[in-house]
């Protein structure tokens, strides 16, 4: 395909040649991958794509020196690593796919390596930090039912937030204190509920909870099978659940410590600094390799070793 012949929908705009799209729709149907992943690899590809335009290359044109130039100009631009990594993987994957499917010869990012990214450390609250958050929503209505619901759901489980606003009623078994979530991939995964967990969703479902904000009519097709609904009465949404945490976290005083997955982080952490095995906290959490798990690891010894360094007297003498 010819730069020419990719549309525009506004100036500099460039819109994903066929074959991008062919390639998102395979993602979707054939690996299940979730609509922000396929929305983060649209953004990715479009940028790619404005860029050959730029030069006037064709996809099937693209050499390994090409996509080594792609690689620096993104750097240049003043990228973090994992965002270099993040649009790579997906020029490496639709060039992957171009040529397994013949509609081009040749894999020109086979040959070209992935950056290294830095692995950082999580970072997880303290268990009297996670304490005073989970102690934010006050009162019995039904928006501070469905917080603390919220927040425990995700402490208790470990789960993602677009996991936890993804629920249905069918998912949730409070007798049993089971819930299933789907996580990346469309992957099922039964996760055990604590007893807090477990309470607090129980008082989000009853009344005055849940059934106060749900409408007379549903809006949506699915809302009216979601654990968690927003004011409107439709189902609360991952920037809604994400605003839930950031306002309680604001109000704990724990301004300088939020990220939208902090409190999955944090269940991990505390789970093995109190003795839980690695593969449980894996399969807890839904991580395909135990290479993921294992950074929490990390960052239990980190702590252990702050804490024998401030408290062990032979660890504290200076030769």
């Not at 996670?130 to 928006?143: E, S």
Request: charged content about 25%.
């Amino acid at each position: 395909m010819s730069a020419a012949d990719r549309a525009t929908t506004a100036p500099g705009a460039v819109v994903a040649p066929l074959e991008v799209e062919e390639y998102l729709t395979w993602l979707a149907a054939e690996r299940g991958r979730a609509p922000s992943t396929l929305a983060a690899y649209r953004r990715d590809l479009r940028a790619y794509c404005g860029w050959l335009d730029q030069r006037g290359l064709a996809l099937d044109a693209v050499t390994a020196s090409d996509l080594q130039t792609y690689v620096a100009v993104l750097r240049a631009e003043g990228r973090a690593p994992a965002s270099v990594a993040r649009a790579l993987v997906a020029v490496r994957s639709l060039h992957r796919f171009l040529a397994d499917e013949g509609l081009v010869n040749g894999d020109p990012a086979a040959e070209v390596e992935p950056p290294r990214v830095p692995q950082g450390l999580p970072r997880a609250l303290g268990e009297q930090e996670v304490g005073r958050l989970l102690a934010q929503p006050a009162g019995d209505g039904p928006a501070a039912r469905r917080d603390r619901a919220l927040l425990e759901l995700l402490y208790g489980t470990g789960a993602r937030i677009s996991e936890a606003v993804g629920l249905d009623l069918g998912d949730v078994d409070l007798r049993a204190r089971l819930v299933r979530l789907f996580g990346k991939g469309s992957k099922e995964r039964i996760v055990p509920l604590g007893r807090m967990a477990a309470a607090a969703l129980g008082d989000w479902l009853a009344e005055p909870g849940r059934p106060a904000l749900a409408p007379e009519r549903w809006a949506r097709r699915g809302d009216a099978d979601a654990v968690f609904l927003n004011r409107r009465g439709g189902r609360l949404t991952r920037q809604g659940a994400w605003g839930v945490v950031r306002r309680h976290a604001l109000a704990a005083g724990l301004g300088d410590r939020l990220s939208p997955h902090v409190l999955r982080h944090s269940c991990a952490t505390h789970m093995l600094d109190h003795g839980a095995d690695v593969r449980a906290v894996q399969e807890l959490l839904g991580h395909a390799t135990i290479t993921t798990t294992q950074i929490y690891t990390k960052v239990s010894t980190e702590r252990l070793r702050s804490v024998y360094e401030r408290a062990h007297p032979r660890a504290r003498l200076r030769l």
